[in-house]
């Protein structure tokens, strides 16, 4: 029997998203900065769907912090080479930075060792945290961005 989201657990997993967020935009950030965009000009400007896997500036293979990247289609995939931790994040403009897909979110939970616990609520991994989504849409904290993306209102 899977365990049932409370109230408590819904605030979690409310912060996870943010911080979810907050590690997505640094990695963006990280990958504007550490490698040689060709197009960094339009990139700067909000035009992430520019964004490539260009080379890294100081010759590493990874961006500072000992993350892998792959640019591809509207995705950078980030996979921290030491921890595990992997966010799948959305690259049209820096608003979709905050997007969220649900079996990506369930990933970083699932990659994030003080936050896998929380892979308990849901059994099914897309299919529940979908379920989790559109209760929170209903509820006006997220917002349904296209497809099966959404982001959080605040």
Known sequence: MMKSITKEITEELLAVMDM???????????????????????I???????????????????LTGSWYFDVHGEHCMFKNTETGQTLEVFLGSPEDVGNMD???????????????HLTSYFENP?????????????????VHVHGVAYRKVL
Not at 20 to 42: F, S, V
Not at 102 to 116: C, D, G, Q, S, V
Not at 126 to 140: G, N, S
């Open 20 to 42: 979810y967020k907050r590690i997505a935009r640094q990695l963006i950030n990280q990958l504007i900065l550490e490698t040689d965009q060709p197009d960094r000009e339009e």
């Open 44 to 62: 700067l400007e909000g035009a992430y769907h520019l964004l490539s896997n260009a080379d890294v500036i100081h010759g590493e293979e990874e």
């Open 102 to 116: 649900p079996y990506f979110f369930y990933n970083f939970i699932k990659t994030t060792p003080e936050l896998a």
């Open 126 to 142: 897309f299919k529940d945290m979908l379920d989790f989504f559109e209760r929170l849409e209903a509820q006006q904290v997220l």
